[in-house]
């Protein structure tokens, strides 16, 4: 991946993550970076196979065209929605961007700061799902973890 720009976008197929994705394709990403979708899945317990390979490291970079493909997306337990691949794929024709993605099993906010050193990421984009106070408190927030752990600048789009 040369030395062009890594931006990441963590996606869950929520609308928040798509605001997310839309607003780092037209605030951040410009021509020749790598635009890098990030999906966390819950942890599985896998008796042998790809994905028994995958926990530790995370899925290889899969490129637009083979996350494009409900078959091919299924090994991973991913189903992209109409409106992400929408986005992914006008950003890599009109930005010429190359947009792939990366699936990871376990705890969102670990694996993003993760992901940010194993990829490495120039920098990572995150939505918020807009909790209130309360909830956060009790459920914790992903983006607050984000925001204070990785080792990369981290914006935050509010839903």
Same mark, same amino acid.
């Given at each position: +991946?040369? @030395?062009?720009?890594?931006?990441?976008?963590?996606?869950?197929?929520?609308? @928040?993550?798509?605001?997310?994705?839309?607003?780092?394709?037209?605030?951040?990403?410009?021509?020749?970076? $790598?635009?890098?979708?990030? #999906?966390?899945?819950?942890?599985?317990?896998?008796?042998?196979?790809?994905? !028994?390979?995958?926990?530790?490291? @995370?899925?290889?970079?899969?490129? &637009?065209? !083979?996350?494009?493909?409900?078959?091919? +997306?299924?090994?991973?337990?991913?189903? /992209?929605?109409?409106? #992400?691949?929408?986005?992914?794929?006008?950003?890599?024709? !009109? *930005?010429?961007?190359? %947009?792939?993605? *990366? =699936?990871?099993?376990?705890?969102?906010?670990?694996? &993003?700061?993760?992901? %940010? @050193?194993?990829?490495?990421?120039?920098?990572?984009? =995150?939505?918020?799902?807009?909790?209130? +106070?309360? *909830?956060? =408190?009790? +459920?914790?927030?992903?983006?607050? $973890?984000? %925001? $204070?752990?990785?080792?990369? /600048?981290? #914006?935050?789009? *509010? $839903?």
């Amino acid at each position: +991946m040369g @030395g062009e720009r890594r931006i990441g976008v963590a996606i869950d197929f929520s609308d @928040g993550s798509r605001k997310a994705l839309k607003w780092a394709v037209e605030n951040v990403v410009r021509n020749g970076d $790598h635009l890098i979708l990030i #999906t966390i899945r819950p942890e599985v317990v896998c008796e042998g196979g790809e994905r !028994q390979l995958w926990e530790a490291t @995370g899925s290889p970079l899969i490129p &637009l065209v !083979q996350f494009s493909d409900p078959a091919i +997306m299924k090994k991973y337990d991913v189903k /992209p929605d109409p409106a #992400t691949l929408d986005i992914a794929s006008t950003a890599a024709r !009109q *930005k010429e961007v190359d %947009v792939l993605m *990366k =699936v990871y099993w376990g705890d969102p906010g670990e694996k &993003l700061c993760e992901a %940010v @050193g194993s990829i490495p990421l120039t920098c990572l984009v =995150v939505g918020n799902r807009g909790l209130g +106070m309360l *909830k956060r =408190v009790v +459920m914790g927030s992903v983006s607050n $973890h984000i %925001v $204070h752990n990785a080792a990369c /600048p981290v #914006t935050v789009v *509010k $839903h």
